[in-house]
């Protein structure tokens, strides 16, 4: 039965509740910064019954915040170690562990249905989205929470009665237009990003797969240099400049193949080439294609034989030898750059270039060719800092510390400690208020870094389900996507994986039928990966043609939704740098506001994280302020610091108006908005893992 939302307080306080708390079933999902402290505030309220999930072991880098765990459990499981120091200190408890993947297929709605309660203490959005479709197909209360830095959140998601975490959309990690990021870099980030999505994985990921590095340079409209070729000056020059690059350096411009390393060809030798191809030859050819040069300076290529003469890398080359002989993991260390946090010259970043190359080659060979970047593995750190500095150096961008590459690079922000005790209080209180049976009591809350009015906490209401939501709601998206040329793979990785965080799926469209997930035959699976690399209109059964409904299911997580395509030939990469467009309540947000975070990423001079809940966020960052200072008041009870029924009326009234402006807002031109919040720090992403936490503004 609900309890009258202002009695929680009263209500928690019950002998009943006591028993309701002892008796109640919890699922923790995570054990990191927020489920270390949320386990250990469980168990000091009275829960007695845990399940928890994590996936990963401890890193000695989590030491400083999670402090269930000591010195001696690295490289141990954060689950089975966190169950059991907690039973350590509460012997009654029953903690039952489980070192596993949250989306395995054990962990079925059968599962889920076995809880009261399913706290989230996630860091990134896959998994969270996976969670709030499980918790919805067996309803069951989710409360869901992030936090990045001083900034952090608890959202409560009830079945039928408040938004469910996907009701809104949200930022996806950021993406830059590879032409930017190709040609016109102007900040750190695209050198970086560069260095990381694209050389990094060019030279040691999957060797099938797509580079645009391969391709030749192109130009702004996305034509590629030579085909300027017969159009005047601009081109003339460009085919000409490449003309002659390639003579020069004998390095020829389309040979996918250029990047691999060749027989007989020593892992220095090989560098060296690379080094040539990147910096020299490809800027070369860049700076040929004038018109894009008219409003900005023209990169300028770097020469090896400059940067290290044939003594310094005699010195590189006698270095990989010791590195080699020591089993040194590290090139910036090999050369005896200790200093993390001071800059290298352009000679340093072309040594441990070279070196990190060679030592990828000479010492961790069968890993080239299926790497992927990892923050913490620092010959893959090195190689990124020296590649993306060198980049910068040709377009006179500021370098940037191993330090300072690695926080850009992983998108780390520093965690802390207290704020993840707050959130984790704050989850607990949300458990009990829906325990108490006072569900008109549970608020969605965000933790402040710059309190205003000594706000250090704000709570509201959570919006009830969305219509439109593809997930809790059952709408049809539209999909604009070029049938002729997209493939079956794209379609998957791009629009169903990514976009839409399906995780085995299903693909239903007239005589098409696509499946994914245990139980199917030898012969099935053969047959859908060779449908595999078919364009959407040439797969069986007709295809997936302009006006088809595709049928997406997801069995694993009870989810399912239909696509309409619209075959578009004319997407170009500013509006779809994906490929395709995707319409409908899908969590992402739209590209002007991440063009919006990107500028104020740079104001702010530090990243801040995807949001988790961006239907908050918006209204909390586009309200103006005045009207928020004038009506609040701050209260303390039990410790928090939370609004008054009256103000969250308020603070929910600015919400509507503001979703109104909103969408008269989508359809005016950028600077429109950015007026409206001057300088106020936005919902903010960070491509990758850390989908934390939402920004709130607070003047
Ligand atoms: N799909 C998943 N299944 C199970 N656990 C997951 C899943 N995705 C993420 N996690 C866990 O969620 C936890 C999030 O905690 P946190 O944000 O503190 O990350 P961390 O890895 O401990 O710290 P950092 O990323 O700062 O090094 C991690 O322990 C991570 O392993
Ligand atoms: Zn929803």
Not at 53 to 60: G, H
Not at 96 to 115: L, P, Y
Not at 289 to 306: A, N, Q, S, T, Y
Request: negative net charge; contains cysteine; hydrophobic residues 40%.
């Amino acid at each position: 039965m609900a309890v009258d939302a202002s009695k929680w307080l009263s209500a928690i306080r019950t002998k009943e509740l006591q028993d309701k708390i002892k008796s109640a079933k919890v699922l923790c999902v995570g054990a990191g910064g927020i489920g270390c402290e949320l386990l250990k505030t469980l168990v000091c309220t009275g829960f007695r019954n845990i399940e928890v999930v994590d996936l990963d072991t401890i890193e000695v880098s989590n030491l400083n915040r999670q402090f269930l765990f000591r010195k001696h459990h690295v490289g141990q499981s954060k689950a089975i170690i966190a169950a059991q120091v907690v039973k350590g200190f509460c012997p009654t408890a029953s903690i039952t562990a489980h070192h596993a993947n949250m989306k395995e297929s054990r962990f079925d709605v059968d599962f889920f249905r076995g809880f009261d309660l399913v706290l989230n203490g996630l860091d990134n959005l896959e998994a969270r989205r996976h969670v709030n479709r499980l918790c919805l197909a067996a309803e069951r209360p989710l409360v869901e929470s992030g936090t990045a830095g001083y900034l952090g959140q608890v959202t409560v998601h009830l079945k039928g009665r408040t938004e469910c975490f996907e009701c809104h959309p949200k930022p996806t990690p950021k993406s830059f237009p590879i032409c930017t990021l190709r040609n016109t870099p102007d900040r750190p980030i695209h050198t970086i990003v560069w260095a990381k999505d694209l050389l990094f994985n060019r030279l040691f990921g999957r060797p099938d797969a797509v580079s645009d590095l391969d391709n030749p340079a192109r130009r702004e409209d996305g034509q590629d240099v030579s085909a300027s070729a017969n159009e005047g000056e601009a081109g003339a020059s460009g085919a000409a400049a490449a003309a002659a690059a390639a003579a020069a350096s004998n390095v020829p411009a389309e040979e996918p193949s250029f990047f691999l390393r060749r027989d007989g060809e020593s892992s220095l030798e090989y560098a060296a080439r690379v080094f040539e191809r990147v910096y020299t030859w490809d800027i070369e050819q860049l700076c040929g294609v004038k018109e894009l040069w008219e409003k900005r300076p023209p990169p300028k290529p770097m020469r090896i034989g400059e940067l290290l003469p044939d003594t310094e890398r005699a010195a590189v080359q006698a270095v990989l030898a010791a590195a080699i002989a020591k089993g040194q993991g590290s090139a910036s260390r090999a050369l005896g750059l200790n200093n993390a946090s001071q800059k290298w010259t352009p000679s340093q970043n072309a040594a441990v270039l070279l070196l990190a190359i060679a030592m990828y080659h000479d010492m961790r060979k069968e890993e080239v060719g299926s790497a992927s970047f990892d923050k913490d593995d620092d010959l893959a750190l090195d190689f990124v800092t020296a590649a993306s500095n060198l980049r910068s150096s040709c377009y006179g961008i500021p370098e940037q510390s191993l330090f300072d590459a690695k926080g850009m690079a992983g998108n780390i922000i520093h965690a802390i400690a207290t704020t993840n005790a707050i959130i984790s209080g704050l989850i607990v209180i949300e458990a009990l208020k829906i325990l108490a049976g006072c569900q008109d009591a549970v608020r969605h809350t965000f933790l402040n870094e710059f309190p205003p009015n000594k706000r250090l906490l704000l709570s509201h209401n959570p919006e009830p389900p969305s219509k439109t939501c593809m997930v809790c709601g059952k709408v049809a998206l539209t999909l604009k996507i070029n049938t002729e040329t997209a493939t079956l793979s794209s379609l998957l990785s791009g629009v169903i994986k990514k976009r839409l965080a399906v995780n085995t799926p299903n693909l239903l469209c007239g005589g098409f039928l696509y499946e994914e997930g245990e139980g199917l035959e030898e012969d099935e699976v053969e047959a859908y990966t060779a449908m595999l690399p078919r364009t959407l209109t040439s797969l069986p059964g007709g295809g997936l043609r302009h006006g088809a409904i595709l049928t997406v299911q997801d069995q694993s997580q009870h989810f399912g939704v239909d696509i309409i395509i619209v075959h578009t030939e004319d997407l170009n990469e500013e509006e779809a740098p994906e490929g395709f467009v995707l319409e409908g309540d899908v969590p992402t947000a739209p590209r002007q506001h991440q063009e919006q975070e990107q500028d104020q990423h740079q104001q702010l001079q530090a990243p801040v994280v995807a949001a988790a809940v961006v239907a908050m966020a918006t209204m909390t960052t586009t309200t103006p302020t005045k009207t928020r200072q004038a009506t609040t008041e701050v209260k303390e009870e039990d410790g928090v610091l939370i609004l008054d029924e009256d103000e969250e009326e308020e603070v929910q009234a600015q919400s509507r108006k503001r979703e109104l402006e909103e969408d008269e807002e989508a359809t005016k031109p950028h600077a429109k908005r950015a007026k409206l919040n001057p300088a106020v720090p936005t919902v903010e992403d960070v491509d990758g893992e850390d989908d934390d936490v939402v920004l709130i503004d607070d003047d």
